[in-house]
C-alpha cells in the first residue's frame, strides 16, 4: 500500500481512556479530525460519546465515530448496528456529523470462519447504511484485514499498522488505505497520555470533499436551530440546567465535573473494554464453545475479570 506524505491531514481516535480532553488545544496542535467511540456489542455506550462529540465539533474538527464489533452471527450483526444507529440518534444521527460510521472489526471472538467473517461483517455494514444513510468505513489491523475478501472492497478502509518504516501490507480487499492508524503511542496538546494517531490519504480540503454529502448543510437564516428556522436561538443558554430548576452556578459546575471524573475514573476500571493483554485468553475463552459462551462482555468487565481469565487461559483450561 502506499506511503505516508507530508501533505496528508492528520487526525486522531478517542474513547473514554484518554479522559477530559481539551479540544480546543487538540485541533490548535494541528488535528483536523477525530473518530469518537460510540458503542461496543449490542449494549455498551462509551460514557464520554456525547461529551467528546459535542467538544470535537465546538472545536472546528471534523467528527466521525466508531463501533466495536463483535458479532458472531447475522442477527447478532444487524443488533449491532441497529445499537449504533440508535446511539448516533442522540447526537442527531450519522448526517450530524462531517465524517462516516466506522465498523471496527480487528478479533474473531466467535472463532468464525473467514467465509463467516465477511458475512457478518456484510451484514453490519448493510444493516448500519440502511438505517443510518451513510456507508460506513471499516477498521481493522494490518493482519486481521487478510480475512477479508473482495466483497468488502466498496468500503473504504481504516487501517493499523504501527511503524514508522513499514506501509500496511496489500489486502485481498484493498490496495490502497484511505486512513492509517500509524501510532497507538501518540502525543497531542489537550489529552492527558497517549493517543492513537491517524492520517488521512489526502488534504483537509479533500477529505472535506470526499464525505462531502455526509456533511449536514447549515442554514444560512438560523445557523444555531437548523430544525426549526423561525425560533431564534438562545446566544447564552444555561449550563447544565436541572429540571425545573435553575441554572447551575459555575461552583457547582465545577464540583459536579470534579465527581464525574471521579465516576468515570471508577467505572473505567469496573467495566472496561478488553485490554490488549488479555484479548488472546478472552478470544479462546469465548472461543471454547461458540453456541454456549462462558460469558458476555457486552457491556465490558472488570480489570480483575480480566487478570483471572487470562491465568485460566496460561494454565490451558480453554483447551479443547
Same mark, same amino acid.
Given at each position: 500500500?502506499?506511503?505516508?506524505? =507530508? ?33 461496543? @456489542?449490542?449494549t455498551y455506550i462509551d460514557p464520554n460519546f456525547q461529551k467528546n462529540v459535542t467538544g470535537a465539533l465546538a472545536a472546528g474538527m471534523m467528527v466521525g465515530t466508531y463501533h466495536f464489533f463483535r458479532g458472531t452471527s447475522v442477527e447478532i450483526a444487524k443488533a449491532e448496528a441497529a445499537h449504533y444507529a440508535n446511539t448516533l440518534d442522540k447526537i442527531g444521527g450519522a448526517k450530524a456529523l462531517q465524517l462516516p460510521p466506522v465498523m471496527d472489526y480487528e478479533n474473531n471472538p466467535g472463532n468464525l470462519s473467514r467465509a463467516q467473517m465477511n458475512t457478518v461483517a456484510q451484514a453490519f455494514l448493510t444493516e448500519l447504511q ?11 489491523? *494490518?493482519?486481521? /484485514?487478510?480475512?477479508?475478501?473482495? =466483497? ?49 490519504? @489526502?488534504?483537509?480540503? &479533500? ?20 430544525? *426549526? ?14 429540571? @425545573? ?21 471508577? &467505572?473505567?476500571? &469496573? ?12 478470544? /479462546? /475463552? ?5 453456541? *454456549? ?28
Amino acid at each position: 500500500m502506499q506511503n505516508r506524505t =507530508s501533505g496528508n491531514t492528520q487526525g486522531i481516535d478517542v474513547s473514554r481512556y484518554q479522559g477530559n480532553i481539551d479540544w480546543a488545544k487538540v485541533k490548535a496542535s494541528g488535528m483536523t479530525f477525530v473518530f469518537i467511540k460510540a458503542t461496543e @456489542g449490542r449494549t455498551y455506550i462509551d460514557p464520554n460519546f456525547q461529551k467528546n462529540v459535542t467538544g470535537a465539533l465546538a472545536a472546528g474538527m471534523m467528527v466521525g465515530t466508531y463501533h466495536f464489533f463483535r458479532g458472531t452471527s447475522v442477527e447478532i450483526a444487524k443488533a449491532e448496528a441497529a445499537h449504533y444507529a440508535n446511539t448516533l440518534d442522540k447526537i442527531g444521527g450519522a448526517k450530524a456529523l462531517q465524517l462516516p460510521p466506522v465498523m471496527d472489526y480487528e478479533n474473531n471472538p466467535g472463532n468464525l470462519s473467514r467465509a463467516q467473517m465477511n458475512t457478518v461483517a456484510q451484514a453490519f455494514l448493510t444493516e448500519l447504511q440502511r438505517l443510518t444513510g451513510v456507508k460506513p468505513i471499516l477498521y481493522t489491523g *494490518n493482519s486481521f /484485514a487478510a480475512n477479508f475478501d473482495t =466483497s468488502l472492497s466498496s468500503y473504504d478502509l481504516w487501517i493499523a499498522r504501527y511503524s514508522n518504516t513499514r506501509v500496511p501490507d496489500e489486502q485481498p480487499a484493498w490496495k490502497r488505505w484511505t486512513f492509517w492508524q500509524y501510532t497507538d503511542s501518540g502525543k497531542v496538546n489537550g489529552i492527558s497520555g497517549n493517543v492513537d494517531m491517524n492520517e488521512f490519504e @489526502g488534504s483537509a480540503a &479533500q477529505l472535506r470533499a470526499r464525505y462531502a454529502a455526509v456533511a449536514p448543510t447549515p442554514n444560512p437564516t438560523n445557523p444555531g436551530n437548523p430544525s *426549526n428556522p423561525t425560533e431564534p436561538s438562545n446566544p447564552n443558554p444555561p449550563t447544565v440546567p436541572p429540571k @425545573g430548576g435553575e441554572p447551575m452556578t459555575a461552583e457547582e459546575k465545577a464540583a459536579f465535573d470534579a465527581l464525574k471524573v471521579q465516576v468515570d475514573r471508577l &467505572q473505567a476500571r &469496573q467495566q472496561m473494554e478488553v485490554p490488549v493483554w488479555a484479548k488472546a485468553a478472552v478470544d /479462546a /475463552a469465548l472461543a471454547y464453545d461458540s453456541k *454456549n459462551p462462558l460469558f458476555s462482555i457486552d457491556n465490558g468487565a472488570s480489570y480483575d475479570f480480566y487478570r483471572f481469565i487470562t491465568v485460566m487461559h496460561r494454565r490451558g483450561l480453554f483447551k479443547k
